[in-house]
Nanobody, 126 residues
Framework: QVRMVESGGGLVQAGDSLRLSCAHSGRSFENYNMAWFRRAPGKDREFVAAIAWSGDRTLYSDSVKDRFIISKDNSAKMVYLQMNSLKPEDTAVYYC???????????????????WGQGTQVTVSP
């Protein structure tokens, strides 16, 4: 059973930066696409960013593009989300997720990601 644990959330002011981390416990981490999603209060969970298993391709939602950067460290089995120029509308619980099939095409589709962490709260004050 793969376990994923996020960390790094917190309370910041608008314009600040945060770096989220996610530890993946499974084998062959280097073969899986990884993604970050978020759920704002009263809203559905939405796609934020994804990174290909090889690390050479990334996808971002329009709302975070040019502000957030996703990366992965295969040797450490970690995925990161560097969040810059944070806005109050970025307030949400952030979840990291992993696909279970190896070396698939990168996707933003939530149902393509099988393993999920418990989430970490990010709150951005005005």
């Amino acid at each position: 059973q793969v376990r994923m644990v996020e960390s790094g959330g917190g309370l910041v002011q608008a314009g600040d930066s945060l770096r989220l981390s996610c530890a993946h416990s499974g084998r062959s981490f280097e073969n899986y696409n990884m993604a970050w999603f978020r759920r704002a209060p009263g809203k559905d969970r939405e796609f934020v960013a994804a990174i290909a298993w090889s690390g050479d391709r990334t996808l971002y939602s329009d709302s975070v593009k040019d502000r957030f950067i996703i990366s992965k460290d295969n040797s450490a089995k970690m995925v990161y989300l560097q969040m810059n120029s944070l806005k109050p509308e970025d307030t949400a619980v952030y979840y990291c997720s992993s696909q279970v099939l190896a070396r698939r095409s990168l996707t933003t589709t939530e149902t393509s990601y099988v393993y999920w962490g418990q989430g970490t709260q990010v709150t951005v004050s005005p």
